[in-house]
């Protein structure tokens, strides 16, 4: 008889059956955002959602969406595995693979995952930066809250996007130093001392601002304009662009949509897998703050006092960077959260199992 | 000894197709034997008539036990399923539910190599089934249905 | 995963008792710091220890953990 073999890594584990092909399901916890639909949705009950809402708690640079106060009450900060497979009872049908939203769980067979076998579904989702619109201000980087983004930038030469430089009359100059403490840009050295005076200009620092020539007590400071004197000679726009590129480690991005929301120049579309509502009951709602700790997309969040006496909100939900996972429904005490999901964007099936399955999703 | 009743088998075999109407050089080129064997078979001459008696015995087990029989009696698994495909004491009807998941389970069971999966939903081929049951009793949503029928 | 208090660590300070959002759903006058009014509660101070009193409602979020200042109140 054919038997499952696992094999554990950390919290990461491989579920393999070898016969004539080789089917194997690997699970990555880093990936994993504990939302609970592999657990529902396995045909056998093999996966089981572990501590997940202890789990995000537990991660001490996050804590308590920031209260450093009671982070310090953690002295053991413990990282759980957040689901576990059964490997006695799992059959590998790649069906918490399929539905994952993010590609915690996946199944290959014969090494190729089953998003890549036409048989199969496979959400339609994406993130696409647009090299040629994106501007690498890095906003979509600091926002992203799986941090899957990565913007490398160069940065022109600064001496290519100066106007001007100046010169200095060592003739004139009396080394008085009231240019160089003045330089906002630290690009005048004086050595002041008797019998050794000197004045140096690095050409490299300074960014022509002139304050050194306005100030000089003696007018040793003179100044040459690059655009007056050469025309646009000196100033080539290439020279001054920024130049770098958008990369997106497409495993950790949760198409939350926050690189969509937060670029200014419209460079990035997000396609989510799921349609739908994400509504928080406050008057059900304990704070406890499970939910904001827990979600991937940070569309929850405590709201930030308005001042004393003010009466808040419990619990913020921004329904526009949710992908509707329900993993805030799942762990919330209280029950004060409901995610609906009304359409799932998935490639299209034949097999009638499977696409009950992701109309199971739907609520 | 097993090669005594893989031999037993094998005129079985010889017999079933024979009675089929078949060639002699056919059964010869089916069984991998020399055609002047399969025509010593039919003369009844170079096989002890209780290596047949064990080969029969083979034949009426339980459908499950003659397949395990057959395949360690063959070290080749292509003659094992051809075997046990002309040997079968019955035929048998198989169909999957849609209930099926497509886990391919069945699929990596089946040593006669009946099922396949189509569109994430598996596909038995009845005719090669053998009526083992691996499948069925295995498939983890009890999808798969078989129905045994009679030979005459 | 449990519910277990250590009521040699306890303090008996009650920041648990408070921060508990199934408490404040069962007892919400829990809030104002003077205890619940009903033992259907998850935990109470009783004689100035943490004890519990429904663990099977905890729903296991894992903030009394995290407020507790002792440790004496976690999920195992």
Known sequence: MIKNTKEIKGKDFDVTRSADEVRNLSFKNHICIGCGICESTCPVGAIDLGDVATNARAKVDVYFSGHDKIAQNINEPVDLQKVNVNEDKCVLCGMCSGLCPVDALVLTIDGVPIAEIDEYPSYNVYTIIDDDKCLLCQKCQNACPREAITIKRQLPNRVDLVTGEIEVNEEECINCGVCSELCPAEAIVVDPTTGQESIVIDKDKCVYCLVCKKVCPVNAIKAVCRSCSYGEYDLDPELAKVKGSAIIEDALCVRCGWCEGVCPADAVEVKKPFEGTLVVDQDKCGTCGACVDLCPCNALAFPISEGPGSRMEHVIASEEYCIKCGACANICPNEAITVTRTAIDNTPINSITWNKAFDALKN | MPKHIASGLKYLAAVRLKDEGKSQQYIADQLDIDRSTVSHYFNGRNLKWNSIDVAKTITELSPADFLAMVKAVFEDADMARKIVLICKENNYDAMIKESCIGCGLCVNLCFMKAIKLDSLHAQIDSICCCGCYICKEECPTNSIKILEIEND | ?76
């Open chain 3, 1 to 76: 995963m449990e519910l277990k208090v250590n009521q040699d660590n306890c303090l008996g300070c009650g920041v648990c008792v408070i921060a508990c959002p199934v408490n404040a759903s069962i007892s919400p006058e829990n809030a104002g710091g003077n205890g619940a009014k009903t033992t259907e509660v998850v935990m109470m101070v009783e004689n100035g220890f943490i004890k519990l009193f429904s663990p099977d409602k905890c729903e296991e979020c894992g903030t009394c953990q995290m407020f507790c200042p002792v440790e004496a109140i976690w999920l195992e």
